[in-house]
């Protein structure tokens, strides 16, 4: 692998990284539903290039608590400031949605919320019980924020029984003043480890973003830091700056690249990997969730 930084940001996309443009009537119906229900997803806010693919198969990662974030990460297109009281009727109206899009299996996620006592844990916790009422098989997978290290605020999520527990670390930590200033590295691998204490018959599951600066060392350390918190399922992918606002691109990490990195994880003692270009933290959950389960 190469472990040669950039020097300067790249700008020129490979072909590997060419998406359909969003159309189609299974596209149409998906978002017809989520905006009938005044819902979020993270597909829309993060402009996430699978949209078209999940969209167009019915399926989508619920956003709750707002479309506005108390932080300010460089990387994520999610929309500071402009906080409102969390809406008590939403878990109603993502369970109501994913029914009506006969889902089995659902990624619920949150912007973060710095501003709530409990950072939204409840509302989290809300959420799954009412998908549970809704859909009595479902399986619900929660991708959440750190809360700030509150280890109240992570056993009110835990205890509601998510099928699989997610937080990203997002990149290595020598990058984190620059990509996510307001979060600590040691701070989310302390939440994993508390979690698979705490549920060791819930997976948890983390993430980062490759091509902002990082190197191979260093990839490799935060892998292995994840498996010393007892994290089991992992996703790789490419980081694509979602505005000019954002951090650049250092490098366009190809697909066989990806492809090693997996082998490394599972090498390492991950139940599961999945890596590539597009691959996002809730891409092919459910596919990830079984393979595991296998």
């Not at 694509?240 to 650049?248: A, E, F, I, K, M």
Request: some cysteine; overall charge neutral.
């Amino acid at each position: 692998m190469n472990s040669k930084k950039t020097a300067n940001p790249v700008h020129k996309k490979p072909p590997w990284l060419r998406v359909r443009f969003p159309s189609g009537s299974a596209y149409e119906e998906t978002r017809r539903l989520i905006r009938e229900g005044r819902l979020h997803t993270v597909c829309q806010e993060a402009c996430c290039p699978n949209m078209f693919e999940c969209f167009s198969h019915h399926t989508a990662t619920f956003l709750i608590l707002g479309d506005h974030c108390t932080r300010d990460c460089r990387f994520c297109a999610v929309k500071g400031g402009n906080l409102q009281p969390p809406d008590g009727n939403e878990p109603e109206r993502v369970a109501q949605a994913a029914a009506d899009m006969e889902l089995h299996y659902v990624v619920v996620t949150s912007v973060t919320r710095d501003d709530l006592p409990d950072g939204g844990a409840g509302h989290f916790a809300s959420t799954i019980t009412a998908l549970r009422r809704k859909i009595p098989e479902v399986r619900v997978e929660v991708l959440i924020p750190d809360f700030q290290g509150d280890p109240a605020a992570l056993t009110t999520v835990l205890d509601a029984g998510p099928d699989v527990l997610n937080h990203n670390i997002e990149t290595v930590p020598r990058l984190y003043p620059t990509v996510r200033p307001q979060a600590v590295y040691e701070r989310s691998l302390r939440l994993l480890a508390h979690a698979a204490r705490q549920a060791p018959q819930i997976p948890t599951k983390s993430g980062l973003m490759l091509g902002l600066g990082e190197d191979d060392a260093e990839i490799h350390q935060a892998l292995r830091d994840l498996r010393r918190a007892r994290c089991r399922l992992l996703t790789l992918g490419q980081y694509l700056q979602p505005t000019s606002q954002h951090l650049p691109v250092e490098r366009y990490v190809p697909p066989e690249e990806f492809a090693r990195w997996r082998s490394v994880a599972l090498e390492l003692g991950f139940t599961e990997a999945v890596a590539g270009p597009f691959v996002r933290s809730s891409y092919q959950a459910e596919q990830t969730y079984r393979q595991s389960k296998s």
